[in-house]
């Protein structure tokens, strides 16, 4: 079955410097790729999405990048602030529509 | 425009009590999901519904059941709660494509002693 790996140990970056997520994938290959960010006590919310044929994908301060012959996508927030500190989540759409999500990476960016 | 709305917040259940949790959307979202959150473990998808009148599996749906008799409702029922399913519980909708964006709830937090 499809498969979503995320680095499930936090991320701990210093504020200004450029936190940089990884996602990877298994065993299918999503026509689109999407990010979401996660608050304590809160669902998740969307960020961005970027399609197979998009190398990558700009909004603000978030960069993603869809390798597809890797299998990987980059999550990157540049000149980090200690809002940002989140839980980010990847997730597609797998072969049967359903959405799947990875188990998330929590970022800490400390002042 | 209230989005995806879940009710309740925060539910403490007693092993074999049955309970249902509500999710309603007013986005005319065909598409709804409900999704269970444990540390570690990610978003875990229990049941989903493609429109009213129809639902299907998702990775982890022992335990619960779900019904869709409209497009604004998609209820989660436990029948006989354990602590196993002590979780937070998320529902979602969204509208038709591969390239749509979740839209999710507050969540529920249930505990099952």
């Known amino acids: 079955s499809q498969k979503i790996e995320q680095n499930s140990e936090a991320l701990n970056i210093q504020e200004g410097k450029t936190a940089t997520l990884t996602c990877n994938y298994t065993n299918y290959s999503p026509a689109y790729l999407q990010w979401y960010r996660q608050d304590p006590g809160r669902g998740p919310v969307f960020l961005l999405l970027i399609r197979e044929n998009e190398k990558e994908k700009r909004k603000e301060r978030l960069k993603v990048t869809f390798d597809t012959t890797l299998k990987q996508s980059l999550f990157h927030i540049t000149a980090s602030q200690p809002a940002d500190s989140a839980t980010y989540l990847c997730?597609?759409?797998?072969?049967?529509?359903?959405?799947?999500f990875g188990q998330g990476t929590e970022l800490s960016v400390k002042p | 425009n209230a989005g995806v709305t879940q009710t309740p917040k925060f539910q403490v259940l007693k092993t074999g009590q049955s309970m249902t949790l509500q999710c309603a959307q007013d986005?005319?979202?065909?598409?709804m999901s409900w999704y269970r959150q444990d540390p570690g473990m990610g978003l875990r998808l229990i049941h989903y519904?493609?429109?009213?009148?129809?639902?299907d599996q998702g990775e982890v749906p022992n335990g619960y059941n779900v019904s869709r008799s409209t497009t604004e409702d998609f209820p989660l029922r436990l029948l006989s709660a354990a602590p196993s399913q002590t979780s937070v519980y998320f529902c979602?909708?969204?509208?038709?494509?591969?390239?749509?964006?979740?839209?999710f709830g507050q969540g529920t937090r249930l505990t099952v002693v």
């Open positions: 979602a909708s969204r509208g038709q494509g591969r390239n749509t964006e979740a839209f």
């Open positions: 986005m005319n979202h065909e598409y």
């Open positions: 997730a597609f759409y797998n072969q049967g529509g359903k959405l799947i």
């Open positions: 519904s493609v429109g009213a009148g129809i639902t």
